[in-house]
């Protein structure tokens, strides 16, 4: 065996031992963990209307948009989805991923601060890590920490000849919370720097009409004032694909510079036609979202009436916290023996183990009652074989 692959069998090793080692399978049993939140990747409306116009379209875009491969529904989706959202413009990309790591990496540059909230999204992480800039982690959701970083900055470059950038999620999937927007803009008032908000969770499934938690938490002109704001189609909307909201400018801007949009293939052509049928029905969901909150909430109270650890959650999104990284693939490992599909998300993803249970549209109370059931019934077996070892 050469060196290279003596190397990368070092390397998976020490991934196997640490309990970090990931494969690549086919999961069934009721769904826990995908974020299908509206439940429209199978839903019958989606799927009729997608058979009426398979024919209309060829199976791929076959080049970038800049060559061959854009076409009038992709125009005509981003048009609409800017408007929903009340933005200037907005750019499809491939997905939420290229979204983010294109889109800070065609804005930041070694002469720019980049403040990013530790427990951002690595897309987002990635993006600052390929532009050069210097990053500057702030404590999860701590605005004050924030605040004394912008100013020690000011202190440093009280020219501002460095651009500053701050990047957050709306939604942290791995958690569950949101920031504190309207301290947020306020920070923005007050030190001018470049907003970046990736809405990709909380579309679909927050604010009116599904247009995530900024418009549930901040007036119009606030949301204006973001610059730059990211959405995704592969969650509520059940498709795929990554949407940059901004101004018109700014989609001039990134047409021009953003590598991941000049040099991919175009989404598949299907995908803007899906995504115009789906937006309608994003917007009349407005029961399925409240029920969506309720079953959270109820599931929440079990988690905790039964003793479970969970994270400041107010969404429904519900990470369950463990010891241990052997702990959460055992835990993982039962539940889908059981029928249940949960995940266990461990280091270096997140910084402590967990379970990550995300609810959809599709499920009822009795799915999760089972799932409660089901980890009591496993917590037992854990602590069985403790005892017994």
């Not at 907005?90 to 990496?105: E, R």
């Not at 999620?169 to 306020?186: C, I, V």
């Not at 039964?306 to 039962?334: D, M, Q, V």
Request: charged content about 25%; proline content about 4%; aromatic content about 8%.
């Amino acid at each position: 065996m050469s060196r290279h692959w003596e190397e990368i069998q070092r390397k998976l090793d020490s991934i196997k031992e640490k309990q970090l080692f990931r494969e690549i399978k086919t999961y069934l049993g009721v769904d826990f963990c995908s974020n299908d939140y509206l439940g429209l990747a199978t839903n019958s409306s989606m799927l009729e209307y997608y058979r009426s116009i398979t024919d209309l379209y060829p199976f791929g875009s076959t080049a970038s948009r800049l060559v061959r491969g854009n076409y009038d529904s992709m125009d005509l989706f981003e048009n609409e989805f800017a408007s929903f959202v009340e933005g200037e413009a907005a750019l499809l990309v491939s997905n939420g991923f290229v979204a983010n790591f294109g889109l800070i990496d065609s804005i930041a540059a070694p002469d720019c601060y980049v403040f990013t909230d530790r427990l951002n999204h690595a897309s987002i992480l990635d993006g600052i890590r390929i532009s050069g800039a210097k990053k500057k982690y702030y404590n999860h959701l701590d605005l004050n920490h924030l605040q004394s970083l912008l100013q020690k900055a000011d202190a440093e470059d009280p020219t501002k000849k460095h651009k500053r950038i701050v990047v957050t999620e709306s939604l942290f999937s791995m958690d569950g919370d949101s920031p504190d927007f309207p301290n947020l803009l306020k920070l923005k008032e007050e030190y001018g720097f470049v907003l970046v908000v990736d809405e990709a969770h909380a579309l679909g499934v927050y604010g009116k009409e599904g247009k995530g938690i900024l418009f549930r938490d901040l007036p119009i002109e606030s949301i204006k004032a973001i610059d730059y704001r990211v959405y995704t189609l592969g969650k509520s909307f059940g498709l795929e694909g990554g949407i940059i909201v901004t101004k018109q400018i700014g989609r001039d801007h990134l047409v021009n510079v953003m590598r991941p949009f000049i040099f991919s293939t175009a989404p598949l052509p299907i995908i803007s036609k899906l995504a115009i049928f789906a937006l309608g029905l994003v917007r009349s969901m407005e029961t399925v979202r409240r029920d969506l909150q309720t079953l959270a909430k109820g599931l929440k109270d079990l988690l905790t009436s039964n003793g479970f650890s969970i994270t400041n959650t107010a969404s429904h999104i519900i990470p369950l916290l463990l010891p241990t990284e052997k702990e959460a693939l055992f835990y993982a490992k039962r539940l889908q023996e059981l029928g249940l599909d949960v995940r266990a998300i461990r280091p270096p993803t997140v910084p402590t183990p967990r379970l990550r249970i995300s609810l959809n549209a599709k499920l009822t109370t009795q799915d999760t009652n089972s799932l409660t059931s089901a980890l009591v019934q496993i917590r037992q077996e854990w602590n069985d074989l403790q005892i017994a070892s």
